[in-house]
């Protein structure tokens, strides 16, 4: 004796066997109308409708509040207003004005943005603000640089092919001949609509105008709503509606969730300091709330004020022990402050568990060699290559074992290993500089040259390129270009003080002429 078509699927919709689930829903919908459930408003057909709706949108969600990539065209296109000339410590198109104490760029390094690379990979802190289109798409679109995607549209499904994915027949609701003001008086069945309008379509229009309706229909009391049509003006780009809607659902019902949404509008206005004080005030009210806390390490992080992150991350460990995201990021900071027996404790942490991937065995290897643990250094690199799933993940693997090879004098090693990050990834701006510099040392200068105009041009927001350039150039007699290239440095790095010794001399000679 099998289940009842309705009760199994609802018993896949549980076990997220989403493809199962709508496949008895349409069998049950091919089946004529049938009567009305007992205990219950709705008929079997409707209940069958309304589970598939979800069934179809669990497959393609993506959470809102993570999703927060920011695309070429809305950095270019954008018309909100903000001021140009932020006050220091008050922006995050001015990340290098946060006083943060954190190690240097001469230590960590840093993104096009100019922000610290953080120790863990997030949408946000890929979107750098680029001022102009040609720098928007110069450099790759990889962990290490500020590329931001094509669009970000390109983070969600494109209208119209979820459905090709999930149902090969065509449309499962033609939301062009919908009722919108029909399902927006059934607040169960509209809210389920209006997810799968949201997150399977993508068709923004739509979902505001039904969550409009319903909204309404609830006589503005129903917060849930009022969130839904900030999330549809906050993809729409009316970031100022968006607010005004989540901060009415916030006074209506206090809910974790609206807090996030509003911090992101409060981050994408480029106004850190009104979403920290929104973060500590969320945590007046919900003490010890890990992603309100995470929140303020990320914002703290991107404004370069790292040691106030770190003091976060270290709160959300005492809420939440087994947090990725802040244990990662402790080790990252204890790392590059010159600490790796310290970080080599969090990653080891990260390994017990269950994190078993190429990045974290990278670090291990690079921990183990700075802390003078040799005999583990090369198998976590060995690791770390075999588990690199795409030739820029090898091309890391390669660029390290090659500074450990620098490390133990062996430069045929180190060319070689440099090399081989070349061949993974040939925008590797980072090994064409070192290649340069072993070249150098063995007096092919022109080679170097070109490596390092490679490298300088691929990644502006590094000084050590440019300084390298003012280096050469000086050496064999060429002081204007080794002057031009000594202001680049001073101005990608403002405390580099061999930059400042080299601008002195030079100086010195131009006054002599």
């Given at each position: 004796m099998g289940l009842e078509p309705l009760f199994q699927a609802w018993s896949y919709f549980r076990r997220r066997k989403f493809r199962e689930c709508a496949d008895v829903c349409s069998q049950?919908?091919?089946?004529?109308?049938?009567?009305?459930?007992?205990?219950?408003?709705?008929?079997?057909?409707?209940?069958?409708?309304?589970?598939?709706?979800?069934?179809?949108?669990?497959?393609?969600?993506?959470?809102?509040?993570?999703?927060?990539?920011?695309?070429?065209?809305?950095?270019?296109?954008?018309?909100?207003?903000?001021?140009?000339?932020?006050?220091?410590?008050?922006?995050l198109k001015l990340p290098g004005t946060g006083q943060g104490g954190g190690p240097?760029?001469?230590?960590?390094?840093?993104?096009?943005?100019?922000?610290?690379?953080?120790?863990?990979?997030?949408?946000?802190?890929?979107?750098?603000?680029?001022?102009?289109?040609?720098?928007?798409?110069?450099?790759?679109?990889?962990?290490?640089?500020?590329?931001?995607?094509?669009?970000?549209?390109?983070?969600?499904?494109?209208?119209?092919?979820?459905?090709?994915?999930?149902?090969?027949?065509?449309?499962?609701?033609?939301?062009?001949?919908?009722?919108?003001?029909?399902?927006?008086?059934k607040p169960k069945l509209a809210k389920a609509l209006f997810e799968y309008i949201f997150h399977h379509e993508n068709d923004i229009k739509n979902a505001l105008d039904l969550a409009a309706?319903?909204?309404?229909?609830?006589?503005?009391?129903?917060?849930?709503?009022?969130?839904?049509?900030?999330?549809?003006?906050?993809?729409?780009?009316?970031?100022?509606?968006?607010?005004?809607?989540?901060?009415?659902?916030?006074?209506?019902?206090?809910?974790?969730?609206?807090?996030?949404?509003?911090?992101?509008?409060?981050?994408?206005?480029?106004?850190?300091?009104?979403?920290?004080?929104?973060?500590k005030q969320g945590l007046e009210r919900f003490p010890g709330e890990v992603t309100l806390i995470?929140?303020?390490?990320?914002?703290?992080?991107?404004?370069?004020?790292?040691?106030?992150?770190?003091?976060?991350y270290k709160d959300v460990l005492k809420q939440d022990n087994t947090h990725v995201e802040a244990i990662a990021c402790i080790g990252s900071n204890h790392f590059y402050s010159d600490q790796p027996e310290i970080a080599?404790?969090?990653?080891?942490?990260?390994?017990?568990?269950?994190?078993?991937?190429?990045?974290?065995?990278?670090?291990?290897?690079?921990?183990?060699?700075y802390a003078q643990q040799y005999d583990m250094t090369l198998s976590s690199f060995e690791r770390a290559l075999f588990l690199a799933e795409n030739e820029e993940e090898t091309a890391d693997v390669w660029y390290n074992l090659g500074h450990v090879a620098v490390g133990i004098g062996d430069l045929n090693l180190a060319y070689q290993c440099f090399k081989l990050t070349l061949v993974n990834n040939n925008d590797y701006a980072e090994a064409y500089n070192n290649l340069a510099v072993l070249e150098m040392r063995k007096g092919h200068t022109e080679q170097a040259r070109a490596l390092l105009q490679t490298a300088s041009?691929?990644?502006?927001?590094?000084?050590?390129?440019?300084?390298?350039?003012?280096?050469?150039?000086?050496?064999?007699?060429?002081?204007?270009?080794?002057?031009?290239?000594?202001?680049?440095?001073?101005?990608?790095?403002?405390?580099?003080?061999?930059t400042q010794q080299l601008m002195k001399q030079l100086k010195e000679h131009f006054a002599m002429l």
């Open positions: 049950l919908l091919e089946r004529p109308p049938g009567e009305q459930e007992l205990d219950s408003e709705y008929t079997v057909f409707q209940a069958a409708w309304n589970l598939k709706t979800r069934a179809l949108t669990e497959m393609v969600y993506v959470d809102e509040i993570d999703m927060d990539q920011e695309g070429i065209a809305e950095i270019i296109l954008d018309e909100n207003a903000i001021a140009q000339v932020a006050r220091p410590g008050t922006s240097s760029p001469a230590v960590r390094p840093v993104t096009q943005s100019g922000r610290p690379i953080t120790g863990f990979v997030r949408p946000s802190t890929q979107s750098g603000r680029p001022s102009t289109m040609e720098q928007a798409i110069r450099t790759p679109r990889t962990a290490l640089t500020a590329r931001p995607i094509t669009s970000a549209s390109g983070g969600y499904v494109r209208p119209g092919t979820a459905s090709m994915i999930t149902n090969p027949d065509g449309p499962f609701i033609n939301l062009s001949r919908l009722n919108l003001t029909k399902y927006a008086q309706l319903a909204t309404e229909y609830a006589q503005f009391k129903d917060w849930w709503w009022k969130v839904q049509i900030g999330k549809c003006y906050y993809r729409l780009g009316l970031y100022r509606e968006a607010e005004k809607q989540f901060k009415s659902a916030l006074k209506q019902q206090d809910m974790v969730d609206t807090i996030l949404y509003l911090a992101k509008v409060y981050l994408r206005l480029d106004q850190p300091v009104t979403a920290l004080n929104l973060f995470c929140g303020i390490a990320r914002i703290y992080e991107e404004m370069n004020n790292i040691s106030s992150a770190a003091e976060y080599l404790r969090f990653y080891r942490r990260l390994l017990q568990m269950g994190v078993y991937n190429c990045q974290l065995f990278n670090n291990l290897g690079l921990c183990c060699f041009s691929l990644a502006p927001h590094m000084y050590e390129p440019h300084f390298n350039v003012a280096i050469l150039s000086e050496k064999v007699g060429d002081l204007q270009r080794s002057y031009t290239a000594a202001q680049k440095s001073e101005e990608a790095f403002p405390g580099h003080v061999d």
